[in-house]
């Protein structure tokens, strides 16, 4: 949790990490961005575990306590300095994860 913490104050990384504005409007729309950028990563990084989890060789490596080490709270493979190069023609093969299904979604 502490890293991920550490991650917040990179990704918003104007005023060493604090929340600023003219008033309290804008450090509210500053926390929101802040918590919408922080769900993408960690639901990007869920998405991710389940592709690796779903290969059979990662499923006879991993033992019981390595899965319960495993959390979506991670960022050490994000860029968030430097330069980002995006090729429209490549992507993600993000359709290889699993879509929820309708009873969790009821619940």
Known sequence: MENWNSASKDIFYGKAGNLTGEDREHAEVSA???????????????????????????????????????????????NLYGRFELDMNTHLDLDTAPSPRLSDQET
């Not at 639901?43 to 959390?71: C, E, F, H």
């Open 32 to 78: 929101l961005a802040l918590h919408l950028i922080q769900a993408a990563i960690a639901y990007l990084n869920t998405i991710m575990i389940q592709i690796v989890l779903r290969d059979p060789a990662w499923q006879k490596r991993l033992t019981p306590a390595d899965r319960r080490g495993l959390s979506a709270l991670f960022w050490t493979h994000l």
